[in-house]
């Protein structure tokens, strides 16, 4: 994955549809985006986890997914990750955090809906402490980097089935992908990065979708201190981001954002 990916063949497919307006029906084509169940092997079938995703970028998804959980925490500790194609399957070997891997091997298929993605195991600070100082930038410059953000966003402009993401320093967009849930496209950015063992310390992830209590704890888990995002911010998101220090931005669109904590972070120009 690298910050400017073309989308690769097959993830978007033509759709035949009927569409209704103003009384009158026309046949016609719509574009749709792929979808897939992939199943995640660790530690050669020990544990086994499955998730709804677009098949694309299976390692960085597989990976940033257990960087998000907490159970990969340390380079060193992932021995090997395979991808399967054919059979929709990721193999992945290594030194993992046993609890958190037993916390997620108690819940469900892990899918595309908003009650699937984020940790399985609760965030205290015994496991995760207070994020770093972090980075410090500039509203206007929050501004700039949204517009180049979208401006790469195609397949979730072209299908408005997806969401993106992508990680920033305070002049550019480092890494960019798009998937069908905002807590894969998370994962796909969170995991490149780790193998490519960029700090995220002092980056910022910027997203489509809204930003609640499990992206705030996979943030958490990877040592973020700023999540900027068009949609809004829960309640909850809110509460845990003032408990671990994290800067949350919402409804950045246009010229506008509201910043709901950690506003030291946000700086005049």
């Not at 046949?27 to 992939?38: H, L, S, W």
């Not at 990721?90 to 030194?95: E, I, K, N, S």
């Not at 958190?100 to 015994?126: I, K």
């Not at 953000?149 to 993401?165: E, I, P, Q, R, Y």
């Amino acid at each position: 994955m690298n910050d400017t990916p073309d989308p690769p063949d097959g993830l978007i497919r033509d759709c035949p549809i009927r569409r209704f307006e103003n009384g009158r029906a026309e046949a016609m084509v719509d574009k749709v985006i792929t979808e897939a169940r992939i199943e995640l092997d660790i530690n050669d079938g020990k544990h086994n986890l499955a998730m709804l995703c677009m098949p694309h970028d299976l390692e960085s998804l597989a990976v940033g997914f257990l960087v998000g959980e907490g159970a990969l925490r340390d380079r060193g500790a992932l021995h090997d990750v395979r991808v399967n194609v054919e059979n929709n399957k990721v193999f992945l070997r290594g030194d993992f955090d046993e609890d958190a891997l037993e916390a997620m091997a108690n819940r469900w298929t892990w899918g595309t809906g908003c009650g699937s993605g984020g940790t399985g195991r609760d965030l205290d600070e015994s496991a995760f402490g207070r994020v770093g100082q972090g980075l410090a930038i500039g509203p206007g410059k929050l501004i700039e980097l949204a517009k180049i953000f979208t401006g790469k966003a195609d397949m979730w402009k072209s299908t408005g089935g997806l969401h993106a993401c992508a990680l920033a320093d305070t002049e550019k967009i480092l890494l960019f992908a798009e998937d069908v849930g905002r807590h894969n496209a998370f994962d796909k950015i969170m995991g490149r990065a780790f193998l490519d063992e960029i700090d995220v310390t002092d980056k910022l992830v910027l997203m489509t979708g809204r930003l609640s209590a499990e992206i705030v704890s996979k943030a958490v888990a990877c040592g973020l201190s700023m999540l900027v995002s068009r949609s809004a911010v829960t309640a909850l998101g809110a509460k845990l981001a003032g408990r671990f220090g994290l800067t949350l931005v919402g409804f950045l669109r246009g010229k506008r954002l509201n910043v709901y904590t950690g506003f030291d972070r946000i700086v005049p120009e």
